[in-house]
């Protein structure tokens, strides 16, 4: 169990990994200049804690602390209890979810590791909004996505913002970063179809990848799409039929329904 | 054309439609204490101007006005200009998108003119949430859905955040407000198969709607979805399969997934 430790100091130094946190994205102290794994609410802290993120400590006011203690068990971190105001005071606004969680990165898994045994896989390219990112990796945890192979352009999944709106989703469907080529490669190695989501793809193909073993889709960022390159590299190109003018969908829709489509959790 | 005039008093009462934004959603003033319809940059005040809302009043920096002279032919109302500063202290934030127009609210059609040639339909329960119910016009428009009805303790489609993520497809979707009573029965008058969107429902039996005529989808919030008494009035329950103990896909995006099975626009 965690170590609970009272604190009525908001200038307390152990404080530390929670302090000023619309800031704490970024940390010049930090492997790569960024952050910590940050979850907020209980459901995330949950997810953290069964995560392969090491955890480092939590702060929150002692019910949301309570509610944790079963997913504390075993864990030997220190619990940082303290009142909404002075959560408030740490971490530079107020925030309603009451507990946090920090955790390290943790080293990536290679790409065959990845890919061993995964039946699906996103692969994205210059998914550059948080937002949207996170919200991609809550819809492949819900629709059965094994994986997800994350382009250099693409933003970081665990970013703060990121790791909210996945619900913590990001912290439990594994992914790692890798170039086109390097992930193409991989990919084939493994066996995997490469599915391109394009609207110049062929409507019909999309439903004709359902219930296929090892499918890779390739996804784009909205607007710009996927490269060229990326294209060139799909062994089909898909579309979701759309009516007439519309712009496209965003991008964690789009994929929502191609990962739908494609097959899905029974 | 629009009548151009230019503008350099952030204090011109001429501009009242778009004074402080931030508070203009609900305005004693109007029919029902609530705002009038508010578009914000090129391609959603291009929509406004193209829907049934009739237009009162542009407000932008001259370059933005210029893009929508071709939208603005024979449309007669005052197009103010200014510089982004002036446009920042009457709107009471910056706002980077460089164009706004306001349209007054329309009536909404009648339930059997809204239901007389449409195929697809969502109907929606609770959806008080003004970014997903947003989301969900978007989505409904690029997927092909017809009509959305909208339950009394949905949120307000045309507030000024709902239109804006819909990217100002909620002023081309047609919709009405009607109780679920009502709803029902004029479904049910109009022909259509109503089919509940619901963790309990058969996933068998969304695919099984594809491509068929009338097909009411109806959706209730993320958290309590529907109510039991729409459980009751469906006739089908349908279900979006889903990994083991996954929370469930925002309403805009199960909304998606869903209206991309039953049959999407070709």
Do not use: K, Q, W
Request: proline residues 6%.
């Amino acid at each position: 169990m965690a170590r609970v430790v009272e604190v009525d100091d908001a200038a307390d130094p152990r404080l530390a990994d929670f302090r000023d946190l619309s800031r704490a994205d970024r940390r010049p102290d930090r492997p790569g200049g960024r952050g910590l794994v940050l979850a907020e609410g209980t459901v995330v802290v949950r997810r953290l804690l069964a995560s392969p993120y090491p955890p480092r400590a939590l702060l929150g006011v002692a019910r949301r602390v309570d509610d944790l203690a079963p997913d504390l068990a075993g864990i030997d971190v220190p619990a940082y209890v303290t009142d909404a105001d002075t959560m408030a005071h740490v971490v530079g606004f107020h925030l309603n979810r009451g507990v946090l969680a920090s955790a390290d990165r943790a080293p990536a898994p290679d790409l065959a590791a990845l890919l061993d045994g995964a039946r699906r896989v996103a692969v994205l390219e210059g998914v550059n909004d948080h937002e949207n990112l996170g919200a991609l990796f809550r819809n492949a945890a819900a629709l059965g996505v094994d994986a997800v192979i994350v382009g250099p352009e693409c933003a970081d999944p665990l970013y703060r913002r990121s790791v909210r709106v996945s619900m913590g989703h990001v912290l439990r469907v594994p992914f790692a970063t890798a170039g086109l080529d390097e992930a193409v490669t991989a990919l084939r190695a493994a066996g995997f179809v490469l599915a391109a989501l394009t609207p110049g793809g062929d409507p019909a193909a999309l439903g004709g990848l359902a219930g296929r073993e090892r499918v890779a889709l390739l996804l784009g960022a909205e607007g710009p799409g996927l490269s060229a390159e990326a294209l060139d590299r799909a062994d089909v190109r898909v579309r979701i039929p759309m009516s007439g003018d519309v712009d496209s969908l965003n991008v964690a829709t789009a994929a929502a329904v191609a990962f739908h489509a494609t097959g899905g959790a029974r």
